[in-house]
């Protein structure tokens, strides 16, 4: 009822389900009610005037509404702060609604006839019926309803009717609030039993981990002053003491260990201190421990002890060593935000952190900057010393990153050989152009790894938000594209970005995507180039250039589109469509003139390109000392990729090998010794220096054509465009010669003109 204060451990549980169990079933008393007002209305219309019944109505509906309140409340904190007060006002305001519906039935009864207190009476066995059964659980509420509705009902019926039927209807209204009170003894029995089952679960649940051998779990308990009794032997084995040494101590004491004398506690053991000065249930509570002068971690669950009365008398729980899991997790959450290799932040803390940066910016107004860096020759290093001397090689520039940034900075690395430096405030674009400048300079000094003396450069670029923009992923990728542009600038640069930058990349990812569907769409063709002999003048091949002219773009420069093949990969199948066209081509040629291809180092490093190379002279019926396959000096930097062994499969075919731009990049004797090329190829750059008289350029036309010479190989000389530079050529003894003076790229038809005269000279 409510009337009596039930033990502190219980007035919440017992009141709280009370009212829980008396809300579920609100709604459907509320319906009932609002039907018998309608009904009401309906019916005493013509009998009682409007005002009093709107007057009633608006009564009747104002006592309804707190209980609508007390439920919202209740529901919303789960019925966990549910006093005995509650209690009180629930019975109180089902009262006060039973005394609304009392005195319409006095009032409503004296100005009708018979037919009107049937209505009366039937509205009122109804709201009684429906109280018996919705307030079961609250048999307060269940009698401040149905005796004020019965005492009006019985009173209606002895003065306006038969005084049998008032005594019919107070049988009626003490069965029910029997009844009511019945249901809610079996409500409370059923409640208790209910708590003293889930307490031996419990109960049983801590028996079971305490003799769990496998598990690392011990039970304790204290008493009302905190004082560890009963201790187990297996608690005591997870402080590494006995039970003498812990029975009757604090346990506040013994978790804090050392710190107790000190009193620098753990946030979790005042949590942990709180917990107990409630009196209230806890679990999983994770806290530090000493033991042995170890550090251990431990969670542990517990709950108050109470008696039959309600009295406590402490708290039982369980304890878990958990040291194991927690550094397990923490070195997962490690791995997940820095990398493994350089110990700096990775990928997803950086961003983490720029998002950051960013949101600081919006607020204060200032600017953050985001800096990408890439090694330049990093992958020649891989490729030549192995991933093992790369990994050592990326810990040093990690080392040397740090070094460079201040607390302003924040570094990382965000996978291979590409790092990036968080600028949290800048304060001018110069601070960014410095610190550019001095990663730069620090990276690229020599390493020295397991013997090796490595050196490597860095291109650096660079966005500043809000300006670059707005968002981390939009600040990363523009600071990507500054650091693209300043390794096409030359490598070892710093460039920041700058919107057309993007519609540089705009353009390229157009470019790519329709350059996917231009072989199929034959939009690809081939221009033919003379190379002539030195000595007659006379043409002794071609060299097959690709073109490639779009419906839409127009003609596409190569220029343009074969760095995008090469960043696509695309240059294997493009070149592969190169060497059959020339092929079928050139198989229309006289037998004395050869047919140069441009092969990438894509294509060598292609398993089957060996078979390609087959199957095009098969099929053309071109002999294969009429084909000349050029190739550069970078397929040699991957000998893993075995280029040197699928060259020299292809000149036991027959195939002639020409080493072109010989001089420009990575030149080495030792390739001429391991590989026997038929041509090197003088590049233009050295032409253009001999024609002015330059005496490095001189000297090294000189020993290229001196070194051809000796290993019986020819010479072709590149980018020849006036008279005065090919009778110096000649002079110097180059073999062939190949440019504009002799004739610009042409069409197939074009070239094959050349050999329909008599003379087939072009100079």
Not at 85 to 94: D, I
Not at 363 to 392: E, P
Not at 482 to 511: F, I, N, V, W
Request: glycine share 8%.
């Amino acid at each position: 009822m409510g009337f009596t204060r039930l033990p502190g451990g219980h007035v919440e549980f017992v009141h709280g389900q009370q009212l829980r169990a008396a809300d579920r079933m609100l709604g459907l008393y509320t319906a009932l009610a609002a039907i018998s007002v309608f009904l009401i209305n309906v019916r005493f219309q013509g009998y009682v005037p409007i005002w009093a019944l709107a007057l009633w109505t608006l009564f009747l509906v104002g006592v309804h509404i707190p209980s609508f309140r007390m439920r919202q409340k209740h529901v919303t904190s789960d019925y966990s702060s549910v006093t005995r007060a509650a209690l009180l006002r629930h019975g109180l305001w089902s009262f006060l609604q039973g005394c609304a519906w009392a005195a319409a039935i006095l009032a409503m009864g004296r100005e009708t006839g018979p037919a009107g207190m049937v209505t009366l009476w039937t509205i009122a066995c109804c709201l009684m019926a429906a109280t018996a059964m919705t307030c079961q659980s609250t048999p307060l509420s269940a009698a401040g309803l149905i005796l004020p509705i019965s005492a009006g009902a019985i009173w209606m019926m002895r003065e306006n009717a038969d005084p049998m039927l008032a005594a019919v209807g107070a049988t009626y209204a003490i069965l029910l609030l029997a009844a009511s009170l019945r249901q809610a003894h079996l409500f409370g029995v059923q409640l208790t039993t209910s708590k003293m089952l889930a307490e031996k679960r419990e109960v049983v649940s801590l028996l079971l981990k305490e003799h769990d051998v496998e598990a690392a779990d011990a039970l304790w308990q204290i008493d009302a002053a905190r004082r560890l009794t009963g201790v187990s032997p297996s608690f005591a084995r997870m402080l590494g003491t006995t039970c003498e040494a812990l029975e009757g101590r604090s346990i506040l004491q013994v978790l804090a260990g050392p710190a107790w004398e000190t009193g620098a506690f753990d946030p979790a053991l005042h949590e942990l201190a709180e917990r107990l000065k409630q009196r209230a249930p806890f679990s999983d509570l994770v806290l530090p421990v000493l033991v042995n002068e170890e550090q251990r971690w431990w969670q542990i669950s517990a709950s108050p002890r109470t008696d039959d009365k309600g009295v406590f008398h402490g708290f039982r729980g369980v304890g878990s060593d958990i040291t194991v899991q927690k550094e397990a997790a923490e070195r997962i959450a490690q791995m997940a935000r820095f990398d493994m290799l350089t110990g700096l932040p990775n990928r997803l803390h950086l961003t983490e952190e720029l998002s950051l940066a960013i949101a600081q910016v919006s607020q204060w107004h200032t600017r953050c900057g985001f800096i990408m860096v890439d090694l330049d020759r990093f992958k020649s290093v891989n490729d030549t010393l192995g991933h093992l001397i790369g990994d050592q090689l990326l810990a040093q520039v990690a080392e040397r990153l740090r070094k460079v940034c201040s607390p302003n900075e924040l570094c990382g690395r965000l996978g291979g050989d590409e790092f990036a430096v968080l600028v949290r405030d800048v304060g001018e674009q110069l601070y960014i152009d410095r610190l550019a400048a001095e990663i730069i300079k620090a990276v690229s000094q020599p390493y020295l790894v397991n013997g090796h003396t490595l050196f490597v450069g860095a291109s650096v670029g660079s966005a500043l938000a809000p300006n670059d923009g707005r968002d981390a992923e939009t600040l990363m990728r523009n600071a990507d594209l500054a650091m693209y542009r300043a390794k096409e600038a030359g490598r070892g640069k710093h460039q920041h970005y700058t919107p057309s930058m993007h519609a540089d990349a705009e353009e390229r990812r157009t470019l790519e995507i329709a350059l996917r569907d231009a072989l199929a769409r034959d939009e690809l063709y081939l221009l033919f180039q003379p190379i002539v002999s030195a000595s007659d003048g006379r043409v002794s091949g071609f060299e097959a250039l690709a073109r490639w002219l779009h419906p839409e773009l127009g003609q596409v420069s190569p220029s343009r589109f074969i760095p995008v093949a090469e960043d696509a990969r695309l240059m294997g199948p493009i070149g592969n469509w190169v060497l059959r066209s020339a092929c079928r081509e050139a198989a229309t040629w006289p037998e004395d003139v050869r047919v140069s291809v441009n092969v990438s180092p894509e294509q060598l490093y292609d398993p089957a390109f060996l078979e390609t190379v087959v199957g095009a002279l098969a099929h053309s019926g071109l002999p294969a000392n009429r084909l000349e396959l050029e190739v550069t000096e970078s397929v040699f930097l991957r000998e893993g990729m075995g280029a040197g062994q699928l060259l020299e499969k292809l000149m036991k075919l027959g195939v002639c090998l020409a080493l072109d731009d010989f001089g420009t990049g990575y030149s080495s004797l030792g390739y001429l010794s391991r590989t026997r090329f038929s041509t090197i190829k003088i590049d233009r750059s050295f032409v253009e220096g001999a024609a002015r008289n330059q005496r490095e350029s001189l000297a090294i036309v000189r020993a290229v054509v001196a070194m051809a010479q000796g290993l019986d190989m020819e010479t072709t000389a590149e980018g020849v465009e006036t008279e005065g530079e090919f009778d110096l050529l000649r002079a110097l003894g180059c073999t062939n010669v190949q440019g504009y003076y002799f004739g610009r790229p042409m069409p197939a038809a074009d070239a094959r003109a050349l050999f329909g005269s008599s003379d087939s000279q072009v100079a």
